[in-house]
């Protein structure tokens, strides 16, 4: 996507050595890049936040293992990096994928040959994710096309949760890539943006990337949305996802359940958008074994703004004294998704159809 007209991707690699990464905790207030050097580095962005998304995860993971493949004498060395990745995020499933996907990469290979192969395996990884993105645009514009057709003229709105823009993938996005294309197609089109506590996610990123497209749009707080849906103010909900299961169901960030729940309740569909490398083909019930990040209380205790000066402020907004459970992620069952994104289209949310449709991926996901 451009910021200020120049294209940026999420992370990229400009020379052996140094994968660059937008700083996504410094966002709305400053655009920032950083350059990390080192697998320690990387798995530090990760766990920090530094980048959030599945697939930009996942994309950064596998540039981290382009730098294991430098930093590696040894296969073990090798195993014992991609390890460290591994660990920093345990729910996204991209990120295991991708440094599976190194790890078979340079299987066998000569040492002196790691940093090529893995320099090559990450550039096809990051470019698979921003092509799948954009395919995801064009099978969800239908879905919008459609929803217009039966309001001619008047404003189409859709509810999203967390951030699933391009700033959660390498570009375009996945729940945004369809609103983009809808925006672009000259369809009017409004989003209404969760704020998605405790990171703000909706409010500082997607807001962010809506308002540099310049596509209309409205933070709301986290649970506005059902009143919005009894009232006929949402047309569709679309979010993104961590992880979804062979039967279809969605791990998304916390929330995302209460929000299909009011859609069901009020006739509204919703759709989860994703590519096929966020699938998990060998889990079948996500309720029982998708495992559910919990991280640090201070992210729900502190909040982050700037002031009228834009001066940067943390201010405490619960009790000293007062505990704090922080859990990332919750699980959205199949029966209450309308409908699966993703790059080769529409499905519901069924493992029969969804095994069908990507019988060569969930095959070589299960060897």
Known sequence: MNVDGKHFRTVWMPEPGVVRIIDQRRLPWAFELIALKSVAGVAHAIRDMAVRGAGCIGATAGYGMALAAIEAKTW??????????????????????????????????????WPDIAKCEAEAIADEDSAACEQIGVHGLELIRGIAAKKPGAVVNVLTHCNAGWL???DHGSATAPIYAAHDAGIPIHVWVDETRPRNQGARLTAWELARQGVPHTV???NTGGHLMQHGQVDFVITGADRVTRNGDVANKIGTYLKALAARDNGVPFYVALPSSTFDWNITDGVKNIPIEQRGGEEVNWMEGADSNGTLHNVRVVPAASPAANYAFDVTPARLVTGLITERGVFAADERALCATFSDVARASAL
């Open 220 to 222: 709301i707080a986290d």
């Open 76 to 113: 073990s060395e090798l195993e014992s990096l991609a390890g460290i990745l591994v660990e920093t995020r345990p729910t996204a499933v991209n990120l295991a994928w991708a440094v599976n996907r190194q790890i078979d990469a340079l299987r066998n290979q000569p040492v002196t040959s």
């Open 168 to 170: 959660a993938f390498v």
